[in-house]
């Protein structure tokens, strides 16, 4: 009997052993998936396992990365660069003449005769014959309901969308390029200053013909090679401060940087058919608002009341455009 | 009493047709424009300019109390900007309106030797301002700057 009692302790200790193990499998299995769980949720998303750590979210069997806060929502679209104002506005596809409705142009002969000429059909002519930058803000050019007003003066009767600017013509025979310069920076200060929502755009100055103009006035100081310095320094001007830059002299320059002789009789003022190419340039080079100041409107300078005036010493003083 | 006053009526009617484009008025016609230049009173070749743009970005005839519906017809040739040439005739819908058109173009002129003479700008051309003719028929205006404005008024002249 002790013999049979022996092997039935022997074979009740193989039991309890048997159970042992597997309870210590079973705990082993259960902390192996454990583990692996909780290591592999962080390997694919350690932000989230380093969130959830420092949120103290979690179920009690580990943490579950699905309760985890989203991270800050980035939009998928990247963002625009902003507008390279040293660059001129570049091509697309054209605007139809309603665009200009809210649109005031500033300038002198040559933008009268656009006005006319070019079909345009809206859009406030602000030209005079002969201004020029120098006299921007002198000279009472412009008669309105009666009252006179200088260009300026005039642009600030209302609000506008677009204000086009277009003047050098009258002033290329100056010898003062600084303060072309200057008096242009001041011109667009006043400008944003009284149509802060407006895009301004600087248009470079159309080639002149001085063959032809020598030949009309007898005068031989209007030359293309001080155009394209001042077509340059306004182009700094827009970049400076950071108003869009309309190159339209692209679109009438020939091989030699000149006006051809087709496009004017004077070789300054434009033919109708011309002023028509000169409505399609504008047209196909616009730019929005938003574009160029996705951040709002910029701010606005106080014009240097006076900057450096006109050296005419080169100069007769009688005007052109 | 009724039946004269119809009468009377028709009579004032028929006149004021006749005054205001009737075929043998002796009116200015926009067809004198192009005389003008045919007969060499222009220096250079102008530019034609339809009535919306001669209406308001040119002569501004709205700030004179007039509508575009009182513009009935009309002719401008005008330099692009190497002149100061112009030769215009404008047919208004009454003579009222064609006097406040008058009263637009001499203001127009005016303000181009005002602004040529403030500038020193184009001061050639300032001589031509100065003599520039305008004068009203009926309801039409004639307005010329010309190069040769004797010939520009026996062009006319031969045709009216």
Redesign the interface.
């Known amino acids: 009997m002790p013999g049979n009692y022996q092997g039935k302790r022997v074979a009740r200790s193989h039991k309890v052993t048997m159970i042992v193990i597997a309870a210590v499998v079973a705990a082993a299995a259960a902390a192996a998936i454990f583990f692996l769980k909780y290591y592999d949720g962080a390997e694919k998303n350690p932000d989230a396992a380093h969130i959830g750590s420092g949120s103290g979210a979690g179920s009690a069997s580990g943490p579950d990365v699905s309760t985890f806060q989203d991270p800050p929502k980035v939009s998928d679209e990247p963002k625009a660069p902003p507008y390279d104002f040293s660059q001129p506005v570049p091509e697309r596809e054209p605007v139809e003449n309603s665009y200009f409705d809210d649109a005031a142009f500033v300038g002198d002969s040559r933008t009268d005769g656009f006005m006319l000429y070019s079909g345009i059909g809206t859009g406030e002519n602000l030209a005079a014959n002969g201004v020029s930058i120098f006299r921007l803000a002198e000279r009472k050019s412009l008669t309105i309901d009666g009252e006179k007003y200088t260009p300026l003066e005039a642009l600030a009767l209302k609000q506008y969308g677009k204000i086009y600017i277009a003047l050098g013509v009258n002033e290329l025979g100056y010898n003062n390029d600084k303060g072309y310069y200057e008096k242009f920076c001041a011109a667009v200060d006043e400008v944003r200053r009284v149509q802060p929502n407006a895009v301004i755009y600087i248009q470079s100055l159309i080639p002149v013909n001085e063959a032809q103009y020598l030949a009309a006035t007898g005068h031989d100081y209007l030359t293309n090679d001080h155009l394209r310095i001042y077509n340059q320094l306004m182009q700094q001007v827009a970049e400076e401060k950071k108003v869009a830059y309309v190159n339209v002299y692209e679109a009438f320059a020939d091989e030699n940087g000149s006006l051809p002789e087709g496009d004017s009789r004077d070789g300054v003022h434009l033919y109708k058919e011309s002023c028509q190419r000169w409505l399609e340039y504008l047209r196909t080079h616009t730019v929005e608002f938003d574009t160029l100041y996705p951040d709002g409107p910029p701010p606005v300078e106080v014009p240097d009341p006076e900057p450096a005036g006109p050296d005419t010493s080169t100069a007769d003083g009688s005007g052109q455009g | 009493m009724k039946k004269l006053l119809t009468i009377m009526l028709a009579l004032a009617l028929s006149l004021g047709m006749t005054a205001c484009g009737g075929k043998d008025s002796g009116d200015y016609k926009p067809a004198d424009v192009q005389a003008m230049a045919e007969a060499g009173a222009f220096s250079?070749?102008l530019?034609?300019?339809d009535a919306?743009?001669a209406f308001s970005?040119?002569y501004r005839l709205e700030?004179y109390g007039l509508a575009r519906e009182d513009l009935k017809d009309c002719a401008v040739l005008?330099?692009?900007?190497?002149t100061c040439e112009e030769g215009t005739v404008l047919v208004l819908d009454s003579e009222a309106h064609a006097k406040d058109a008058q009263k637009a173009l001499e203001?127009y002129v005016q303000?181009?030797i005002d602004?040529?003479e403030?500038?020193?700008?184009?001061?050639a051309e300032v001589p031509k301002l100065k003599d520039a003719y305008i004068d009203v028929k009926g309801c039409t205006v004639l307005m010329v700057v010309a190069n040769d404005l004797e010939a520009a008024k026996k062009a006319v002249d031969g045709k009216s």
Do not use: I, K, M, V
């Open positions: 250079e070749t530019e034609e300019l919306d743009t970005a040119l700030s005008r330099s692009a900007g190497a203001d303000g181009q602004a040529n403030d500038y020193g700008y184009r001061l």
